[in-house]
């Protein structure tokens, strides 16, 4: 017979993990490409050249524009950056500046995640069933255990690695949306606190680009207070419903409402979408899958029903917004708090196949890493570093002692948590999420120390900037046709022009021009304009900017 609750978990099952071990596996996913490199392609420079220009004055707060062009989403975002790039740019520099607090606001979701999941864990219908014969865990060691597995799955899923470490608008948004879920999941619980936190993340939203999703997760907190069996959540509805309606006119202030609806057209775009969900949410989906499906019976109860509506919001919003993986990402934090829900129920067989697919694929990825390192540092093997001047022509090795001590040390932190896992310590309830989460904080800090330096190389524009110098001198005003924001905001910080975007050759103030050109295309000519020298990135074989000249005007 099966019962409605699926969960029977001893006292020793719900032991709590580390402290301070999962502070520094924290730190080891958040610290990784924070230091020492440039702003890369495309959206983190993007949003970092609008930042900037707010910063240096080159366009107004309300108003900020990159070579005359407005951003494509709200200003709170852009304000946060600039900021902090008046405060500590002259110290750290601006792209370092720019980054502190987009990381802090990750670690903010990490936390805000854990207390989610704990708080939810804390219901009653969460609880896990008596014994017959004594020894379940208490209330309070399970919903830490739940909520140890929830971090942990959030550190592992696979769509956050990069996004969630770049310095774009989207990790407001997450943030946000972390932040309304733990809204959603401590109000039987913090009367205050929960009011404050949805009248906060809300707005916020909206102020960052998103406030069709804060309405769609509005209306989720609506029917998940209507249904919930905690009387008090009904006055707690009128605070959604407040914070819906300030997120409406913040919206309306900042012209932050936007038609992105695009839809599917074919069904190569549905399969784009499974494709999408099947690695971006990896290994988050298959676990609440499986919650979902244990715990049929009580999909109404709270402690399901908040992270699964949450999670369908902003799966809703990918779909809308043509498979955005950005949108997707505000339903992982919902989406890892189900994941959690399924370690009472995993089968050991299934446990198991998940430590040892983790074993193997970081492990392989790790030794991956190091092979092209040694390659780099010593020429042997020969073929990865073959493989390296074939991609990235022109990139020169560096050595770094600090960046290979860190990857030392994580290395061998890897080893032993290995050889801990695969021993005897088969209790916990969140020991099937540590490898694949810790896994990919190897892969990631591996990644930022060792080939920190090629992967600079790869995604920033200095290398073409200072090429397209070398024809044009600094500081020059520089009209740009077709160029990507991107590059815009690397033609002012890397190379200090004046860029004004045009959309004809003929609007063009100034006395050069920068024109984008596709490979197997023709070189366009531009009649008044005497083309000098095409430079384009090392990495990028498939666009070129064209330099041109303004031709002096007959007598």
């Known amino acids: 017979m099966t019962t409605p609750n699926p969960a029977l978990v001893t006292q020793r099952e719900a032991k709590r993990l580390p402290r301070i071990p999962l502070l520094l596996l924290c730190a080891a996913y958040l610290v990784p490409g924070l230091f020492g490199r440039d702003p890369w392609k495309a959206a983190d420079i993007s949003a970092f050249g609008y930042m900037l220009s707010i910063a240096e004055g080159r366009s107004t707060w309300w108003s900020p524009t990159l070579g005359g062009m407005p951003p494509d989403s709200a200003l709170l975002p852009y304000w946060i950056g600039a900021v902090f790039i008046k405060l500590l740019g002259p110290w750290l520099g601006a792209p370092l500046a720019a980054r502190i607090p987009f990381a802090i606001l990750l670690g903010l979701v990490l936390m805000l995640t854990w207390y989610a999941a704990y708080h939810l864990a804390r219901t009653e219908a969460a609880q896990p069933l008596p014994l017959a014969f004594g020894g379940e865990a208490t209330s309070t060691d399970y919903a830490r255990a739940i909520a140890d597995g929830a971090l ?3 550190i592992a899923t696979l769509g956050l ?3 969630g470490h770049e310095t774009t608008p989207e990790i407001v948004q997450l943030a946000a949306a972390a932040l309304y879920l733990y809204a959603l999941a401590c109000s039987p619980f913090r009367e205050r606190a929960s009011r404050v936190a949805v009248l906060c993340a809300l707005p916020v939203l909206a102020a960052s680009g998103a406030p069709s999703v804060a309405i769609g997760l509005g209306i989720v907190g609506l029917v998940a207070s209507a249904r919930s069996h905690y009387g008090e959540l009904n006055r707690f509805a009128w605070w959604i419903v407040a914070a819906m309606v300030l997120a409406s006119g913040i919206a309306v202030l900042m012209n932050a409402w936007a038609w992105r609806v695009a839809g599917f057209h074919s069904w190569q775009q549905l399969a784009s979408l499974l494709r999408l969900l099947l690695w971006f949410t990896w290994p988050a989906w298959p676990l609440a899958v499986w919650t979902l499906w244990r715990w049929r019976r009580q999909l109404a109860r709270r402690h399901l029903s908040v992270p699964w509506g949450c999670a369908l919001a902003g799966l809703v919003a990918c779909i809308a917004m043509d498979n955005s993986d950005r949108a997707l990402m505000l339903s992982l934090p919902a989406l890892a708090v189900l994941a959690a829900f399924a370690l009472p129920t995993l089968q050991r067989a299934t446990a198991a196949a998940i430590d040892w697919f983790s074993i193997f694929f970081f492990s392989g990825a790790a030794v991956t890493v190091w092979v092209v390192y040694i390659a780099l540092q010593t020429g042997f093997p020969r073929q990865p570093a073959a493989n390296v001047a074939k991609l990235a022509p022109g990139y ?17 932190a890897w080893v032993w948590l290995v050889r801990w896992r695969t021993g005897r310590n088969r209790h916990p309830l969140w020991k ?7 896994g ?12 920190l330096p ?11 900037i200072e090429r397209i110098a ?19 905001a690397a033609l002012q910080y890397f190379g200090g022009f004046r860029v004004q975007a045009v959309n004809a050759p003929d609007k063009a103030r100034c006395d050069w021009l920068l024109v984008l050109e596709v490979r197997h295309h023709p070189r366009r000519e531009v009649p008044g304009w005497q083309w000098i020298a095409s430079e384009r990135r090392p990495t990028d ?5 064209s330099v041109f000249r303004r031709e002096p005007a007959p007598q």
């Open 454 to 464: 090629l992967f600079d190389y790869a995604r920033s524009y200095r290398v073409q």
């Open 396 to 412: 020169e090795s560096t050595f770094s002692a600090l960046a290979l001590v860190v990857a030392l040390l994580a290395s061998v």
């Open 152 to 154: 942990l799955a959030l």
């Open 440 to 451: 990919v904080a190897l892969c990631l800090l591996l990644v930022m120390t060792l080939l």
């Open 161 to 163: 690695l990069q996004l």
């Open 470 to 488: 070398g024809h044009v001198p600094r500081g020059q005003c520089v009209s740009t046709l077709e160029i990507p924001r991107a590059q815009i």
């Open 432 to 438: 099937s999420l540590v490898l694949p989460a810790s």
């Open 541 to 545: 074989r498939s666009e070129s900017t």
